[in-house]
């Protein structure tokens, strides 16, 4: 390989009671797409943390081309050429796109007065480069994700950056936005960029990336060029061990309809009928915006409907609030965690028994005892590894706090359970303990709608899937029978389930 | 790793965590101390129990105010809900209404003021500050207008002599006031960790839309918490009310400021979500202490003000350095 433009030589870091990182390395050549991959836990963002300075380093080196380096915080390192582009954007929505890519360095004359129109023209340059249909006036906050992901980009380039990071950039994306995405990359590594890419979705490094480095547990594990390696031995690498089949669909036979759907209409939402059957699960396919989260929580009562009709085993029912739908045996897991999943600041135990408080009180007593009891029932059965429970939710791995969502869920003894995006920011192992959770809940009888970005797990997990479209249902496919390109064609909205069906 | 903590002895684990931690405990304790040095009078029954009474008024106020902040709201009518609800129960009572009839009222009362507040920021979405900044001007207005400015006395009736009992009586040699705190804070340490509602108020207050998704009436705990502050603040006006025989319509002015002052004191953060109950105890105890300690040591009421300003000041940031 050509010789590395920015190396991480044997980088140790300790924090009080823990080796974050034990001897990590990495090597990132220019031109080329490095995809830097490990479960959750495994030292990645440590690792991106010591690079950019916010971390000191307790031992080993930075070699940044050619010289030993270390830099101040990410301002110092990214005026170096290396830019990091964070999981969670850093931008402010109510500032302009122009605004935001120069914030802090704005272009002025001698005495401190901005040049808008030189700004706006740097920035319209940059954009027309990333093909941002945009104007740089544009309020951020008007955009959708994937396009202020191409705004965070637009900051990295316009600090000529050598080296850019990307942490998990798709995660928020719709296909179509990460096939624009992608696009980029290929465009800065033709200019000579070194590109990190950080990701937990295999597919796209084997699309993206030109080579690999494993992490875990904090030390180097492997690295190779990309064409060296399949997906079962990348896994193998990063979880130590290992892993059987990925989704193990199991056969259920269906027994009659668990909850219907009749044309339910609501702000995103328009006209949506289906009828979801007794230990089925639904698959829910769609890009970003086209209604899917909207239609969940209208189902869930925790956004208006309408007009609309839902029935739960034959009998009409009305819902309005989140409390109704619990009640009535529908459980909502949400999709962002952080947003408006979990309560960050309180434990485990409050966060998993925050919606059956009602079955675990007598008047107005909490019983603490049949609490702790159901609680740690609930960390054995989900094997969620956590110190007590009483430990801050905040302090554990992705993983493991979406485990705690779905125990919340199901601890109110659901008939329906809607997963939103169950697996998005978790490791590819505590994806199958997941996968093996809900095709337990499945054999149950239980009824699960599914709604994933995450095509493979869509195909794989799912009996049935619809696919929706600007609020409308656009397709419905049997599982065994679909294709992603099929599915794609639908979602941009195609009609052609009448071909399939 | 956590049972070796669990097991080392006491004193080792009085590190820097440990004593941020306990630091308002901390703060406390060498408060007493040095200023026991300082003053002879002090460290007397008598000035502690004086100490005790004068703490009641605020650390009552306070307990309501801690249930609102942890919600991630604040109540700052709670001095005019003070005098209005005073006015009610001065005028009750100098009707000759008997004391176990005007107090439920007064309470009651009280904790319908308060929840015009909390309304206002559930239903109507108005942030708590502009919403309690309207209801404390608005009822301090109608208890101007009720009273016409001027006192209400509770006159000499035997009603009105039982009824001052509840601000200078003595039980078991201990001030009534005194009781009625210890009553409060006990209450509150219960509804906030042992039932539904408490764990209710922790989960609003520190994510509000994952709060409404797990099914909690988000609406109706806020205004409950509402409630509770402003009947809270009417104790409070039943106790200054009963103390002076009249209820004076500019009574608790600035009230608010001491019991948040309390509030913070005692490590609750005012985004919400986070704190306890004892933390308010001894946050109101710190404010009373000192009160005392700078009258004593014959420091002047202006200087009182820059005194104790530095003290909130200094808790407040080694606070903010504990989060960094």
Partial sequence: MTQAILQLQAIEKSFPGVKALDKASLNVYPGKVMALMGENGAGKSTLMKVLTGIYNLDAGQIVYQGKVRSFDGPRDSQTAGISIIHQELNLLPELTIAENIFLGREITSRFGRILWDEMNAQAAALLSRLSVSHTPQTRVGSLSLGEQQMVEIAKAISFDSKVIIMDEPTDALTDIETQSLFKVINELRDQGCGIVYISHRMQEIFTICDAVTVLRDGGFIHECAISDIDEDQLIERMVGRKLADQYPRIAITHQGSRLAVKQLSGPGVANVSFNLNQGEILGFSGLMGAGRTELMKMIFGAEAKTQGQLSLNGCDINISSPQQALTAGIAYISEDRKGDGLLLDLSVKENMSICALAKLSSGLQLRHNDEMAEVDRFIDAFNIKTPSRDARIGNLSGGNQQKVSIAKGLMTLPQVLILDEPTRGVDVGAKKEIYDLINRFKAQGMSIILVSSDMPELLGMSDRILVMHQGQISGEFDAAKANQETILACAVGKTLHKDIA | ?324
């Fill in chain 2, 1 to 324: 790793m956590s049972q070796s903590i669990t097991a080392q002895p006491f004193y080792k684990r009085i590190n820097k965590e440990w004593l941020i931690e306990n630091k308002s405990l901390i703060a406390l304790f060498s408060l007493i101390f040095v200023v026991s040095l300082l003053s002879p009078n002090f460290l007397t029954v008598d000035n502690l129990l004086n100490i005790l009474r004068q703490t009641s008024v605020n650390a009552i106020i306070a307990v309501g105010m801690t249930i609102v902040i942890l919600t991630a709201g604040i109540d700052l009518s709670v001095g005019s809900v003070l005098a209005l609800s005073g006015a009610i129960v001065a005028t009750l009572i100098g009707m000759d209404v008997p004391v176990m009839v005007a107090l439920p009222v007064a309470l009651i009362a009280g904790a319908a003021l308060g929840a015009i507040s909390g309304i206002i920021v559930a239903k109507g979405k108005v942030q708590a500050f502009i919403a309690t900044l309207v209801t404390m001007t608005l009822l301090r207005g109608v208890t101007m207008v009720y009273t016409d400015g001027r006192p209400v006395p509770t006159g000499f009736s035997d009603t009105a002599d039982s009824f001052t009992w509840l601000g200078t009586g003595y039980v078991l040699g201990i001030p009534v006031p005194v009781w009625l705190m210890a009553i409060v804070f006990i209450g509150a340490w219960y509804l906030l960790n042992h039932t539904r509602f408490g764990r209710y108020i922790y989960a609003v207050g520190g994510n509000e839309s994952a709060a409404r998704l797990s099914g909690i009436a988000v609406d109706k705990v806020k205004i409950a918490a509402y409630a509770i502050c402003g009947s809270m603040a009417a104790l409070a006006g039943i106790i200054v009310t009963a103390r002076l025989s009249s209820a004076q319509p500019t009574a608790g002015m600035g009230y608010e400021l001491d019991a948040i002052a309390a509030v913070v004191l005692g490590g609750t953060s005012l985004m919400g979500g986070k704190g306890r109950i004892v933390g308010t105890l001894i946050g109101a105890l710190i404010i009373g202490f000192l009160n005392n300690a700078l009258n004593l040591l014959d420091v002047s009421s202006y200087y009182q003000m820059i005194a104790k300003a530095s003290v909130i000041l200094l808790a407040v940031i080694i606070d903010t350095k504990k989060k960094a």
